[in-house]
């Protein structure tokens, strides 16, 4: 299986912080890559697929970015309703496997 | 607008099958793939299984042998089912549809959380 690595595990941050997120891949996944947000008590959203596309209707201040093996998730302009825990996906290969989640704070 | 709306039994006794249903409104089940994750707060997110557009299934080599994923086009669902089930199968489990290859996961169910004990 394809082992994703986040980091970091947890961050505090304030409204406004520019945040980062990264994923590591184990294997190269070609840009097979999706960022989720999931917030307590609900389904994980889709923000981006193929490593930079961001779906229909998500803000632009997230940021998606990465090639190979090494990706990483932007928050521009941190947001009140940003706080949540974020968490990549490989879909190069199957299993299709999930990173251990970044739980954003404030 | 896509809905993915899933149901089934949330306590079962070790052993017992675990069997899941998930409606599809909004989108044909001859078009997109079909997944089911689960979620533990040990182990995060797992992904289980998929079933393509035309039927061909792809599993989780970690649950291959107690997993199946169907689809019933007449009923617009697909369903999930775990046989032998212990209690490392306590989970919330998500019923989700991938557009095509390139495009991943793009819309979840509500979940249904399913405890074994």
């Known amino acids: 299986d394809i082992q994703m690595t986040q980091s970091p595990s947890s961050l505090s941050a304030s409204v406004g912080d520019r945040v980062t997120i990264t994923c590591r891949a184990s294997h190269g996944i070609n840009n097979y890559l999706a960022w989720f947000q999931q917030k307590p008590g609900e389904a994980p959203k889709s923000l981006i697929y193929?490593?930079?596309s961001l779906r229909s209707g998500v803000p632009s201040r997230f940021r998606g970015s990465g090639s190979g093996t090494d990706f990483s998730l932007t928050i521009s302009s941190l947001q009140p309703e940003d706080f949540a825990t974020y968490y990549c996906?490989?879909?190069?290969?199957?299993?299709?496997?999930f990173g251990g989640g970044t739980k954003v704070e404030i | 607008q896509v809905q993915l709306q899933q149901w089934g039994a949330g306590l079962l006794k070790p052993s017992e099958t675990l069997s899941l249903t998930c409606a599809v409104s909004g989108g044909s089940l001859s078009v997109y793939y079909w997944t089911w994750i689960r979620q533990t707060p040990g182990k995060g997110l797992e992904w289980i299984g998929e079933?393509?557009?035309?039927?061909?299934?792809n599993y989780n080599p970690s649950l291959k042998s107690r997993v199946t994923i169907l689809v019933d086009r007449s009923r617009d669902e697909f369903s999930l089912r775990l046989t032998s089930t212990t209690a490392a199968d306590t989970a919330v489990y998500y019923c989700?549809?991938?557009?095509?290859?390139?495009?991943?996961?793009?819309?979840w169910g509500q979940g249904t959380p399913v405890s074994v004990s």
């Open positions: 996906q490989q879909y190069s290969t199957y299993p299709h496997t």
């Open positions: 079933i393509t557009q035309t039927g061909v299934t």
């Open positions: 989700a549809r991938r557009h095509n290859p390139t495009r991943g996961l793009e819309y």
């Open positions: 193929l490593a930079s």
